[in-house]
């Protein structure tokens, strides 16, 4: 089992700026893909970002520029820097950490990011 503790949400003003981590810890396999995703009251769940454990990123259309995801293997810890922030950008912001190779899939608990206007 894998265990993804999140952290670093809060409230914002637009234009500000934000840095969410997520530390995984139990058995990590070392080809994997973590990433974040978010929710809006309303909407379905959707990708926002995610890095595969040898480096590729890949970001949704809506933040491109605006954020950037990186990672610690070493501490099995990804980050998101979320920069000009928008009041659209209001979501709970889950980490997720996939194993294609075993089809395994795992979720953090969420973490709430306000943007005020």
């Known amino acids: 089992q894998v265990q993804l503790v999140e952290s670093g949400g809060g409230l914002v003003q637009a234009g500000g700026s934000l840095r969410l981590s997520c530390a995984a810890s139990g058995t990590i396999f070392s080809i994997n893909v973590m990433g974040w995703y978010r929710q809006a009251p309303g909407k379905q769940r959707e990708l926002v970002a995610n890095?595969?454990?040898?480096?590729?990123?890949n970001y949704a259309d809506s933040v491109k520029g605006r954020f950037t995801i990186s990672r610690d293997n070493a501490k099995n810890t990804v980050y998101l820097q979320m920069n000009s922030l928008k009041p659209e950008d209001t979501a709970i912001y889950f980490c997720?950490?996939?194993?294609?190779?075993?089809?395994?899939?795992?979720w953090g608990q969420g973490t709430l990011v306000t943007v005020s206007s």
């Open positions: 890095i595969i454990s040898g480096g590729p990123t």
């Open positions: 997720n950490l996939a194993v294609p190779l075993r089809h395994l899939e795992f």
